[in-house]
């Protein structure tokens, strides 16, 4: 199910005084199972950009292939795209109304016309995927921490068994143990369900750790696309665009200044434990040599 994008633009209040141009000509391919991170500051386009991928916003210009299928054309089923491409929002508490968190669940697979038992079967495999104790089933979603809603708009998605799942800036709000435990969940569903999965940041140190590409936005356009290693390669670049990069990147190039023979390229903390402590075992042995 790989998502095309072909030249794709959207301006807000086309035609008038007050017009902003959010994307422009957007042209990329999001392949099957990919993990995809989209960074960029606010009002970069992330957020814009996702929301075209399900039809909440229709391109001004371009066009979207949804497993080679343009979502323009006329007569495309949008419902059905939406049960495919699903979309977790910032702020879950848009996305949770039910007077119980099971009942909340149950919501997007009921409005596919399941059958009653492959409904609740399909919301308790998702509130189970995600973590959530079945004696919250029955508690109002708006009685819980900001984690365990955040879980539970994810496992409403789940239900509807889409093959993409979009997470518009996850972590928003939670403490560092909170954006922890969500990102490792969110990774551990791709991993074991090999689903094409978007998390949309404004944060490198979100997702350094985590996803096989990242996607980086600024002023509607791509400024950067490839794997972590190549874009936190141009930290500078993303500092001018006021994005820092994860702070293991500072710490390798401040050591690499030093004369530690590091790899500048590491992008995550057990890459970068390890490649400190071989270089620190190369000089030891080095100073060893010199001093025999």
Request: aromatic share 6%.
């Amino acid at each position: 199910m790989s998502i095309q994008i072909e030249h794709l633009t959207h301006t807000y209040g086309e035609d008038t005084t007050l017009a902003v141009k959010a994307l422009d000509d957007i042209t990329l391919t999001i392949p099957d199972g990919q993990f995809l991170g989209i960074i960029g500051h606010t009002g970069s386009g992330k957020s814009t950009l996702v929301q075209h991928l399900n039809g909440l916003l229709k391109g001004t210009s371009g066009r979207i292939l949804f497993d080679g299928k343009d979502i323009y054309e006329k007569g495309y089923d949008l419902k059905e795209l939406r049960s495919q491409v699903g979309l977790v929002f910032q702020y879950p508490e848009h996305q949770l109304f039910e007077i119980d968190v099971f009942t909340d669940v149950c919501f997007g697979p009921k409005n596919l016309g399941l059958p009653k038992e492959e409904i609740e079967k399909r919301a308790t495999m998702a509130l189970q995927s995600v973590g959530i104790p079945e004696e919250l089933y029955k508690q109002s979603p708006f009685d819980l921490s900001g984690g365990q809603k955040r879980r539970v708009a994810i496992a409403g998605v789940l239900a509807m068994s889409p093959k993409v799942l979009i997470l518009d800036e996850p972590t928003a709000g939670l403490d560092p143990r909170g954006r922890d435990e969500i990102l490792g969940l969110i990774k551990d569903l791709q991993r074991s369900s090999h689903m094409t999965i978007l998390l949309v940041s404004h944060s490198m140190e979100d997702v350094a750790e985590y996803v096989d590409r990242i996607l980086v936005m600024n002023h509607g356009r791509v400024a950067f696309d490839g794997a972590p290693k190549e874009v936190f390669s141009h930290y500078k670049e993303l500092e001018e665009m006021g994005l820092a990069c994860p702070q293991v990147t500072y710490v390798m190039h401040d050591l690499a200044a030093a004369g530690l023979p590091v790899d500048v390229n590491a992008t995550t903390i057990a890459e970068a434990k390890d490649n400190i402590l071989q270089a620190l075992a190369m000089n030891a042995s080095r100073l060893s040599r010199d001093q025999h």
